[in-house]
């Protein structure tokens, strides 16, 4: 195991304009974990509910992704339940219950600390990002964690601290803003690395993402499409996609070229996550038809 | 003279958050004609009044602008109040008087006609672009339009009869939703190519644009500025850096390929546009700023 990835693990209930479907896979760290099985060997440390599928287990196990971290409580798995508007940038949130994530103790198992390089904290509530990155503290040669509006708004002191522990900091372009106060993207993608991570990624969505680093910068489209079926995950497929190649460089340290070739094959599995319900897509890619998409990005990104 | 530019010239009177400035010089035709004329010759066609100043007059004759098709009229110049937010992507228009613009009929000069390779009709109403369009047919070996929300609200028959005599269309995110009723850029792009033109450019501001072709595709992010001090005129800075760069090039036909390189110099002008008010960092640009921007660009954009 190279990537570990820690975060929710949910049971989605999704309606788009043309389809719905419930006790879809979601959350953070189920998308990502699949994204960077992908590419590397990666396991997982969330919990879930005595309501989890045993088809989502399955589909996990599926990947040889390493599962000692996840926690099987009594209670009911964490459910998102949201709905897509005809502008798939607008997505109304109908029903969040957090249940069994309420109370969750994160604890990465002893195999899990050993075989770590990668340690991603997808996107989870500040005090348990904290709490994997403590118990793999000097484990992992590269520590990124991902974070939302609602940890800027109400978790703001844990989630400045965790930014002293990590070297990339993921968030969107509305976190960002919200976080630096400025309506520039490039002033808040540049304020938020003097708050302590070496890089910082800011994502777009279906304007791609941009890397910040030591005086460097890199700025990557998104994939087109013509279509998007539905983009939830879309970021956490992005970062594990991201985290999944980077460990399958095999350094322990990386230069901002290896970064930005990572957000390269992040944005081409984020593509797939969009055109599915949950990771059906994902889940399906090959490295043949992977490997394609990327070729055309490239060329889509030209110029002379 | 290789590249005529028509569309309107203006006075505008700006605020920002910052700083404010009236009189300044404006408009579509204005800034495209200034961009283009850094890398080719350059003929304006547009009207202006009695108030017209001196010094922006001066300033396009310094750049060797050909001036044949301006009209001087008797009455007052286009003019445009505006302020900008906090968000420089929130504008808020205070004041628009046509003016002479209202009765303009657009008259090319002999001289502009025998010389134009590229024909650039910078956003004005489609049917003052149609009758440019009409007097140089057959002169110039490829046609661009702009155009804006408002055309495409009050003016669609004429504009949609325009989409047949060009080879590129160019307008912003926001109005090729509106254009094709769709909120999907990627769906938009393509359906307005069905409606004639073999290429279009959708232009997203911060985030870049991009080149819709048969079958090809190229996105062009924007030069990432820290602060945007007027973002006034960067569409037609960018499209009149476009139109430049090609004539530059010196061919009767253009490859996909040559239109992505020639958005990246687009892009790089537009960037200057943003730092000052009017054209004032654009008209000081020197080659070698230019050079050194681009290739910081290129290395913005590069992935392995």
Chains 1, 2 share one sequence.
Request: aromatic share 10%; with cysteine; proline share 3%.
């Amino acid at each position: 195991m190279s990537v570990l990835v820690s975060g929710s693990i949910a049971l989605d209930n999704v309606k788009t304009q043309k389809a719905a479907k419930d006790n879809l896979l979601g959350g953070s760290a189920s998308y990502a974990a699949i994204a960077s099985s992908f590419f590397s060997p990666t396991g997982i440390c969330g919990v879930v509910g005595h309501d989890f599928p045993e088809e989502h287990l399955n589909l996990l196990k599926s990947r040889d992704i390493n599962l000692e971290g996840i926690e099987f409580s009594a209670g009911e798995t964490f459910r998102w339940t949201g709905e897509y508007m005809e502008d798939m940038n607008d997505r109304e949130t109908l029903e969040v219950a957090l249940n069994v994530l309420e109370s969750w103790q994160p604890a990465v198992s002893d195999c899990q600390k050993e075989s770590v390089s990668i340690n991603l904290l997808a996107n989870a509530h500040p005090a348990n990002q904290h709490a994997v990155a403590d118990q793999v503290e000097g484990k992992a040669s590269f520590n990124i964690a991902d974070t939302m509006d609602l940890w800027i708004q109400i978790s703001r002191p844990e989630l400045e601290g965790l930014l002293k522990k990590i070297d990339l900091l993921v968030l969107n372009d509305s976190e960002a803003k919200l976080m630096m106060d400025t309506s520039n993207l490039i002033a808040a993608g540049k304020q938020l690395r003097e708050m302590g991570p070496k890089y910082v990624i800011v994502k777009k969505g279906e304007h791609g993402a941009m890397l910040f680093g030591d005086g460097e910068f890199f700025t990557c489209p998104a994939f087109p499409l013509n279509e998007v079926f539905d983009p939830t995950g879309a970021g956490d497929s992005f970062i594990g996609g991201f985290a999944g190649y980077l460990a399958q460089l095999g350094k322990s340290e990386f230069s901002f070229s290896d970064l930005a070739s990572a957000m390269a094959r992040g944005t081409i599995v984020a593509s797939y996550a969009c055109e599915s319900f949950s990771t059906e897509k994902l889940q399906d890619l090959t490295h043949e038809e992977f490997n394609q998409r990327l070729e055309t990005f490239r060329s889509y990104c030209s110029f002379s």
